[in-house]
T-cell receptor
């Protein structure tokens, strides 16, 4: 059973460009979470999605960031007009159920560098 | 949101030594996970342990939910144990709140 798959593993963008990060959850998992890790810090929650629905986006910056999890295909985290402060590792996690306390499984992360 | 504090922030061990990492949290939780982030940045699940005790090889963990803390024990440490250990807790919704981590360095 493959784990959570994220791509690209590394992405370099110039200021003002767009970054798209993809996440395929583990087989059988219908809940996806995105986290951001700045250098030398812990992970910070960004957004929680189920298929075709955003459940909780309380950690998402109000501008330039968006996320989706379509009926078919991977979840996408999109960052428009990137700035140097967006440089970070972005981790995706998936979970199989909505029950309180379900275990989350993380991908290997996508590392965004903004020049 | 819930506060998660980990101690010590940094730890240096001689290979073969044992260690205990602590995680304190400020509210009742229904999810607690320990992770190891290796030097390549990969985040590895160690334990899912909202309560009780679990063991996996040289690692074990105990969570005392009523007293709001969890402990991660590493025995006979190896250089491959180096990295950052994160405790993360969840309350209600499924997202996790991460501590700032304990950076472990095991020297030969």
């Amino acid at each position: 059973n493959a784990g959570v798959m994220q791509n690209p593993r590394h992405l370099v963008r110039r200021r003002g460009q767009e970054a798209r990060l993809r996440c395929s959850p583990m087989k059988g998992h219908s809940h996806v979470y995105w986290y951001r890790q700045l250098p030398e810090e812990g992970l910070k929650f960004m957004v929680y999605l189920q298929k075709e629905n955003i459940i909780d986006e309380s950690g998402m910056p109000k501008e330039r960031f968006s996320a989706e999890f379509p009926k078919e295909g991977p979840s996408i985290l999109r960052i428009q007009q990137v700035v140097r402060g967006d440089s970070a590792a972005y981790f995706c996690a998936s979970s199989p159920w909505t029950g309180l306390g379900g275990e989350l499984f993380f991908g290997e992360g996508s590392r965004l560098t903004v020049l | 949101g819930i506060q998660v504090e980990q101690s010590p922030p940094d730890l240096i061990l001689q290979e073969g030594a044992n260690s205990t990492l602590r995680c304190n949290f400020s509210d009742s939780v229904n999810n607690l996970q320990w992770f190891h982030q290796n030097p390549w940045g990969q985040l590895i699940n160690l334990f899912y342990i909202p309560s009780g005790t679990k063991q996996n090889g040289r690692l074990s963990a105990t969570t005392v939910a009523t007293e709001r803390y969890s402990l991660l024990y590493i025995s006979s440490s190896q250089t491959t144990d180096s990295g950052v250990y994160f405790c993360a807790v969840g309350t209600g919704a499924n997202n996790l709140f991460f501590g700032t981590g304990t950076r472990l360095t095991v020297i030969p």
